[in-house]
């Protein structure tokens, strides 16, 4: 699976922006997805994850209620929805395919989209 994603950019406090995936690949419906991020100086963290039928999502602490994930396994597309972002959002946004759970084993990854809040 080839990953690419796109929809990252410059956005005030509190502001909204929606990530793109898109997936090339035969196995992208078979695989649990996930969005992923890295600030500066800072490791990458997890972010949300979805099951490969989209029945199940699973976010991070620090943005449950903000972020919401999903799928479109028909236009092979994972989306990020960021609400109430804050400077503490500014990050490198990656998505990232899993060839294990939908906690674990995430090995292949797109390139990364810039994501800067303001104050």
């Not at 649990?32 to 890295?38: D, L, V």
């Not at 949300?48 to 602490?61: L, V």
């Not at 899993?98 to 292949?108: I, T």
């Amino acid at each position: 699976v080839q990953l690419v994603e796109s929809g990252g950019g410059l956005v005030q406090a509190g502001g909204s922006l929606r990530l793109s995936c898109a997936a090339s690949g035969r196995t992208f419906s078979g695989q649990p997805m996930g969005w992923f991020r890295q600030a500066p100086g800072k490791e990458r963290e997890f972010v949300a994850a979805i099951s490969k039928s989209d029945a199940k999502t699973y976010n991070a602490d620090s943005v449950k209620g903000r972020f919401t994930i999903s799928r479109d396994n028909a236009k092979n597309t994972v989306y990020l929805q960021m609400n109430s972002l804050n400077p503490a959002d500014t990050a490198v946004y990656y998505c990232a395919a899993s060839g294990g759970s939908l906690y674990q084993g995430y090995n292949c990854w797109g390139q990364g989209t810039q994501v800067t809040v303001s104050s």
